[in-house]
């Protein structure tokens, strides 16, 4: 079944700060088009893997790594230029992020990074990916006025948009709704939901409940080992290992 | 015995705020000086006509134009150099024992007394060079002495852009230059600006760097390679040699009313440019 096809391979993946280890010995694989839930407590190492597969760590100089990280078999590590690499693995960061320009210059900054995007053509992106993002009938009226007047909910569903717009086939959310209302929240899953037809995503949260409605697969990671893996449902009901139950049912984290 | 907090309150807010009437009152008078002094002196004769009897008669044009020529090399060089410079140290390069010792000499560069440029202008340009006393020379020398302005001031503005969003711009998949350029460049501009600013008002004030590096002739320049006096220079001369304190005063004057204009003319632009950013 092609579900179950691995998009996204990591083996035996370790990645340190200086001395500090942030993950030890990980191996996990993302299936093609699902949504994988990563939770876990602070410094469990679930942004330092997101970091891994894009290669946003190269960024930190004292960081080490080492393992292995594939895209459809692809170390990522052999991308010659890792902006190819980051235009395929896009990114949602736990607090909104607009830069301070217009709505539709936030949604084209990406795209415009290759070519000079031309008017229809930037037309048509802006109103997809805001439709993805479950945003265009909030702005559609107001794409030339400045992002920073949105709402952080509508904030981050614009940070959403303009990582669809360079039309990446994996999008990691780290967080993304740490700092959002509930309703914000909803809004913000519901696209996620939406946007696994055509693409795989892996989810970071520390709200379990959120990982549990919005993940296929869950994963647990705890002091940089992943602890378990598996369908959400499994991690919630009947875990295989007890540490993975004593958080889900909130006794630490 | 403990003053009560809401007199220290008091007390504290009485000394500060005298500390800036006094410091605004200061800039006021020497202002009003200047100007009370000046203006009377100054027709549209004095600003357009040539230099007469060393500065006796006749007006300030020569020195007016040898100003401007020479701001503007001297900003001419130092903006880019200086932005790149800072870039390199904000954005290219890691933290460490070069950086440590490149921002430590430019911080010595930022104290070192202007006469000093000019004497190195005179050894390097001048001489070594062959460019002789020239405006040429001058606009090096002077560019020379606020490098390390522009440096600091720019690198400031460039960190105190949000990492964030570099970290946006590169996880859309930005270059490192794309990040600098588009992310990061904009949103420091009024920063770096203020620098340049601070630049050029320093090289219209300069005389030491000037009179040794550019000379002071009274003739109109027609060309980069020959010597000129800047309006700093030529009010040095005319007061230091009490040729004519009127004309002394008018140039000082006008030296005055030519920074105001920068400042505000730059500052309004700033502004216009980050509301406009911010609307848009």
Redesign the interface.
């Known amino acids: 079944m092609s579900a179950d096809r691995v998009k996204i391979a990591i083996r035996d993946l370790n990645v340190g700060f200086g001395d500090v280890e942030a993950l030890k010995g990980v191996s996990l694989d993302v299936r093609l088009n699902e949504v994988l839930s990563i939770i876990g407590p602070a410094n469990s190492g679930k942004s330092s893997l997101l970091m891994a597969i894009n290669r946003m760590i190269d960024r930190f100089p004292e960081a080490s790594l080492s393992g292995s990280v594939k895209i459809d078999g692809v170390e990522v590590s052999g991308f010659r230029n890792v902006e190819d690499l980051r235009r395929r693995v896009g990114m949602v960061y736990a607090m909104p992020i607009p830069l301070p320009m217009s709505i539709r210059e936030n949604i084209l900054f990406g795209p415009g990074f290759m070519k000079r995007v031309k008017r229809s053509e930037g037309d048509s992106i802006v109103e997809s990916t805001l439709k993805a993002a479950y945003l265009w009938d909030e702005v559609k009226d107001r794409l030339g006025s400045s992002a920073m007047a949105l709402s952080g909910g509508q904030q981050q569903r614009l940070c959403i948009a303009r990582t669809l717009a360079t039309n990446p086939e994996i999008i990691m959310f780290d967080e993304p709704c740490s700092g959002l209302d509930p309703i914000s929240t909803a809004k913000v899953e519901d696209a996620i939901k939406e946007l696994k037809n055509d693409r795989t995503i892996i989810f970071v949260t520390n709200n379990t409940k959120q990982a549990a409605r919005v993940g296929d697969r869950t994963a647990f990671l705890l002091m940089g080992e992943l602890v378990e893996v598996d369908d959400t449902a499994k991690i919630f009901t009947n875990p295989s290992d007890n540490r993975t139950e004593e958080y889900v049912s909130g006794k630490f984290g | 015995m403990r003053i009560a907090p809401s007199i220290t309150q008091k007390i504290a807010k009485f000394m500060l705020f005298a500390a800036c009437a006094s410091a605004i009152a200061a800039l006021l008078f020497v202002i009003g000086f200047v100007l009370v002094g000046g203006l009377q002196n100054v027709t549209w004769a004095f600003l357009t006509e040539p230099i007469l009897d060393m500065g006796r008669g006749g007006g300030i044009l020569p020195a007016i134009v040898g100003t401007i020529l020479m701001v503007f090399v001297a900003i001419g060089i130092a903006a880019p150099l200086g932005v790149a410079s800072a870039i390199y140290l904000a954005e290219y390069t890691?933290e460490g024992k070069a950086t440590q010792t490149i921002r430590f000499g430019i911080n010595c560069l930022a104290g070192v007394p202007s006469i000093i440029f000019g004497l190195f202008g005179f050894i390097l340009f001048v001489v070594i060079m062959g460019f002789g006393w020239s405006i040429l020379s001058g606009g090096l020398s002077l560019a020379a002495m606020i490098l390390p302005t522009v440096i600091r001031t720019a690198e400031e503005a460039l960190r105190s852009v949000p990492q964030?969003?570099r970290?946006?711009?590169?996880?859309?998949?930005?270059?490192r230059w794309?990040v600098v350029t588009?992310?990061v460049l904009p949103?420091a501009l009024p920063g770096i600006l203020t620098g340049v600013i601070l630049g050029i008002g320093r090289s219209i004030e300069e005389t030491a760097v000037v009179i040794f590096t550019a000379g002071s002739a009274v003739q109109m320049p027609t060309s980069l390679f020959d010597s000129a006096r800047t309006m700093a220079v030529h009010f040095y001369i005319l007061a230091r040699e009490g040729v004519s304190n009127e004309n002394a005063y008018a140039t000082a004057s006008i030296l005055i009313l030519t920074i105001l204009i920068i400042n505000i003319t730059a500052y309004t632009m700033m502004h216009r440019l980050m509301r406009g950013?911010?609307?848009?």
């Open positions: 890691l964030n969003y970290d946006v711009a590169a996880s859309l998949g930005a270059t794309q588009r992310a949103y950013r911010r609307a848009a």
